[in-house]
């Protein structure tokens, strides 16, 4: 029986003695082949993009740059080049961003060997490393990030305005006063846009605005507008 094509390894971190250690420690296993690595991000994309191996195993934090973007732009051209993500640190938003430039692994640095070359493996094999209730729950923000978008670039100039004054704090009488309304027209406008928004509280409405300030020229165009009206 012919003996199986070994797993092709990219492996990526700026720390010569953890990417020569995890070369070691990878190489010492008969059907996984160190294909290629770099401590630069710039150079292990062209590298990665060129040699194509089945798993690319990504520092988080570089000092040129992070292997989400190498993750994010690798996937971009190949699809089947594998991703995972190797970091020191771990909390929900680092996951979502590895979760959406496609990773299929997140591992921290801590990890014993064992477990990291079962990773490898099962990720090859197309598994993911990434629990699915936190993929479902990014994949849910993202929708719900998509819906507020379209709401917020279907405002009226006046609402966005008044939308951004709410994330900065205002109130309606120190929004009335801003925009030369009467109070009472700024709280209709605000039932208005919790309403549109799908949220209960300005305060929702007001970090919703937030996160999305600046993310589309139009949120952008109205904040800016916003601030020019200020004395």
Known sequence: MPDKTPI??????DHFIVRRGLASLLEAEPDIEIVGESGSASQA??????????????????????????????????????????????????ISSAILAGAAGYVLKQ?????????IRLVASGHSLIDRSVAARVLEQVEFHKRSLQVISDLTPQQSKILFLIADGLTNREIAER????EKTVKNHVTALLSRLG?????????????????????????NGTRRGVG
């Not at 092709?8 to 971190?13: G, Q, S």
């Not at 990890?111 to 990773?119: N, P, R, T």
């Not at 925009?179 to 009467?182: G, K, S, V």
């Open 8 to 13: 092709r390894v990219y492996l990526l971190d």
């Open 199 to 223: 949220v209960a509280h300005r305060t929702q409405a007001a970090l919703l605005a937030q996160r999305l300030r600046g993310e589309s020229p139009m949120t952008l165009n109205a904040a």
């Open 179 to 182: 925009l030369f309304l009467a």
């Open 111 to 119: 990890i014993e060997g064992d477990s990291l070359v079962s990773g």
């Open 45 to 94: 994309l062209e590298e990665i993009l060129a040699l194509r191996p089945d798993v690319a195993v990504l520092d988080a934090h570089l000092a040129d740059g992070n292997g989400l973007d190498v993750c994010r732009e690798m996937r971009a051209v190949d699809p089947a080049i594998k991703a995972m993500i190797l970091t020191s640190y771990q909390d929900d938003d680092a």
